[in-house]
């Protein structure tokens, strides 16, 4: 059973940054790949970045060289730094997991309950 929280979304005007946090439950975190999603009002969720067991990363084109996705596997906790943010960064932020392949088939199965990023112009 995983439980997914996420923190540290808020205001940021243009061009600042911004870490999100997810803290994450269970026993396999370690073994598992996770992921950041994102979904602004009246859109679909998209993925934005993910990350391995091993670390190795994928990330969606526009956020390259802005974004940095990271873990920590002794604390359970994966993060998104945003570097250089846009007004249409603006959405609400998810945490997922998936199984040890997901970071390269981009196949996620469950999310956290998100959290808000607003980007100022």
């Known amino acids: 059973q995983v439980q997914l929280v996420e923190s540290g979304g808020g205001l940021v005007q243009a061009g600042g940054s911004l870490r999100l946090s997810c803290a994450a439950s269970?026993?396999?975190?370690?073994?598992?790949?996770m992921g950041w999603y994102r979904q602004a009002p009246g859109k679909q969720r998209e993925l934005v970045a993910a990350i391995g067991p091993g670390r190795s990363t994928y990330y969606a084109d526009s956020m390259k060289g802005r974004f940095t996705i990271s873990r920590d596997n002794a604390k359970n906790t994966v993060y998104l730094q945003m570097n250089s943010l846009k007004p249409e960064d603006t959405a609400v932020y998810y945490c997922?997991?998936?199984?040890?392949?997901?970071?390269?088939?981009?196949?996620?199965?469950?999310w956290g309950q998100g959290t808000q990023v607003t980007v100022s112009s």
């Open positions: 997922s997991t998936g199984t040890n392949t997901a970071w390269r088939t981009l196949q996620f199965t469950s």
């Open positions: 269970g026993s396999t975190f370690s073994i598992n790949s």
